[in-house]
T-cell receptor, first 116, second 112 residues
Framework: GAVVSQHPSRVICKSGTSVKIECRSL??????MFWYRQFPKKSLMLMAT?????????EQGVEKDKFLINHASLTLSTLTVTSAHPEDSSFYIC????????????FGPGTRLTVT | AQSVSQHNHHVILSEAASLELGCNYS??????LFWYVQYPGQHLQLLLK??????LVKGIKGFEAEFIKSKFSFNLRKPSVQWSDTAEYFC??????????FGSGTRLSIRP
């Protein structure tokens, strides 16, 4: 089956610093990748949609200057949390979709970000 | 905009009990529906999906779901649960904006 990886799985950073999370599709090309945020005991909240070679589309209420997304290739998307604050601590999950006609998304294992 | 509602926040069952988790969606044209599962410490996995055709969809691990258009529902069922089914279950709909919208999730706890 399709595999999506995320790196790192856990990261702790200090307030004010930036942290980058990578999302890779390992055995397929992903024209579209999605970034979600999951709060404890809550559902997944879609943050942004990332298309290879174009700017990401952010959901309402998500600060695009704070959560920088780069979809540099068909197998890699990165999320950079800039000037991190403790309230940015969360579980970040990416997913990848193989093609426009394929509704399925394959999810990464998630990255636990803790900002101290 | 399409949305999904899961009314059961936490369900506790004994092993071998039957399971039904509710999911209702808002109407918005052609409907594509999913159930995902998240086992403790693991990533989301697709249990089953409905795109068209037979409204009774069978998924992995003995799960099934029935698409009832008149009720805007897509409830998840399993005739006999196991302790290993303890997980968080998410109903989701594929929206007209080419995004998957998730419900709030139902935590299932199985007593051994």
């Amino acid at each position: 089956g399709a595999v999506v990886s995320q790196h790192p799985s856990r990261v702790i950073c200090k307030s004010g610093t930036s942290v980058k999370i990578e999302c890779r599709s390992l055995d397929f090309q992903a024209t579209t990748m999605f970034w979600y945020r999951q709060f404890p005991k809550k559902s997944l909240m879609l943050m942004a949609t990332s298309n290879e070679g174009s700017k990401a589309t952010y959901e309402q209420g998500v600060e695009k200057d704070k959560f920088l997304i780069n979809h540099a290739s068909l197998t890699l998307s990165t999320l950079t949390v800039t000037s991190a604050h403790p309230e940015d601590s969360s579980f970040y999950i990416c997913s990848a979709r193989p093609g426009q006609e394929n509704y399925e998304q394959y999810f990464g294992p998630g990255t636990r970000l803790t900002v101290t | 905009a399409q949305s999904v509602s899961q009314h059961n926040h936490h369900v506790i069952l004994s092993e071998a009990a039957s399971l039904e988790l509710g999911c209702n969606y808002s109407y918005g044209g052609t409907v594509n529906l999913f159930w995902y599962v998240q086992y403790p410490g693991q990533h989301l996995q697709l249990l089953l999906k409905y795109f068209s055709g037979d409204p009774l969809v069978k998924g992995i691990k003995g799960f099934e779901a029935e698409f009832i258009k008149s009720k805007f529902s897509f409830n998840l069922r399993k005739p006999s649960v196991q302790w290993s089914d303890t997980a968080e279950y998410f109903c989701a709909v594929y929206s007209s904006a080419s995004k998957i919208i998730f419900g709030s999730g139902t935590r299932l706890s199985i007593r051994p």
